[in-house]
């Protein structure tokens, strides 16, 4: 992940709080999202498990959206 850049202050009743530069910020906040998203990922593939697939294939020809094939001219 490589070092972060921040300073540490200290309130007089002893709070410290973490002060990052708005990019150091933005980038941990995006890496929480995609740690937030690949668990969503995982709950969901555990939860889907021995659910009955359907492949692309199945769902364009459901929907209409493959192109009808053509006999090859001899």
Do not use: C
């Not at 889907?48 to 929907?63: D, N, Y």
């Not at 959206?65 to 001219?73: D, E, N, S, V, W």
């Amino acid at each position: 992940m490589g070092s972060i850049k921040h300073e540490t202050w200290t309130r007089g009743n002893g709070e410290k709080f973490v002060i990052l530069p708005v990019e150091e910020y933005r980038r941990l906040e995006e890496l929480a999202e995609d740690a937030g998203l690949s668990r969503i990922m995982k709950e969901s593939k555990k939860r889907q498990a021995g659910s009955p697939r359907t492949s692309l294939e199945q769902v364009k020809r459901e929907l209409g959206l493959t192109k009808k094939r053509r006999k090859a001219r001899a």
